[in-house]
């Protein structure tokens, strides 16, 4: 699967790490409703090109996810700033 890494040279190498670590920061550095948002983006970043099978829940399972996950992150990041504007689409 990472067969065309063995192919780089040492600067085709450390421009692919970069490339990913500038994807893992974004997504990292993602705040307020971003959070909650599909990132294909970040998949981009793998060589092979693949349509994700995603599986999405039905509403009532899905928003108790967004609520737990929400809740996590007051357990996990409690010092965090509130964002407390609405969304808008």
Known sequence: MDDDLEKMDRDALIAEVKKLRAGIR???DATG??????????WDLLPEKT???????????FMRGCIRYRQS???QA??????DKEFDG
């Open 33 to 42: 409703h971003d959070l909650c948002w599909h990132h294909p983006d970040l």
């Open 78 to 83: 409690r010092g965090a700033p509130v964002h």
């Open 51 to 61: 349509e994700p099978a995603i599986a999405v829940p039905p509403w009532p399972k």
């Open 26 to 28: 974004a997504h990292r």
């Open 73 to 75: 992150l007051d357990e």
